[in-house]
């Protein structure tokens, strides 16, 4: 089932599978997704970039709607892919350790009051 995302926005839906709550998340998709799946989701997302910043800067930041979120979480997958796409041409880092090795710190909600 598709997440929801804010209206202008809702033609991301086809991508819902990349929201995912994690950076382990995220990078086990990375490194599972075709290049094509990933080239399409870092062409069609940074072609809106800047529309998606102006868009967040006026949400709130505490209580954020599932909807936002989303869309954060949305943005995140494109930094996830960037370089795979940009650099690298493929999900796993060449001549990298194994990404699954690495333990984040970091895995909160991402409005977290405790770190806003």
């Known amino acids: ?6 209206a202008p926005f809702e033609g991301f839906a086809k991508y819902s599978d990349w ?3 994690t950076e382990g998340e995220r990078i086990e998709k990375r490194l599972t997704a075709s290049m094509e799946e990933m080239k399409a989701l870092y ?3 940074i072609d809106q970039l800047e529309p998606i910043i102006r868009y967040l800067e006026g949400r709130p930041v505490t209580d954020v709607p599932e909807e936002d979120e989303n869309l954060v979480r949305l ?7 960037g370089q795979a796409v940009e650099i690298y041409e493929q999900g796993a ?5 194994d990404v699954r090795l690495f333990t984040s710190v970091l895995e909160r909600p991402i409005a977290d009051p405790a770190h806003v």
Not at 75 to 81: D, P, Q, R, S
């Open 43 to 45: 062409a069609d997302v």
């Open 75 to 81: 943005v995140f997958a494109l930094i996830e892919v």
């Open 1 to 6: 089932m598709p997440k929801q995302l804010p």
């Open 19 to 21: 929201i995912v709550a």
């Open 93 to 97: 880092v060449v001549d990298g350790a």
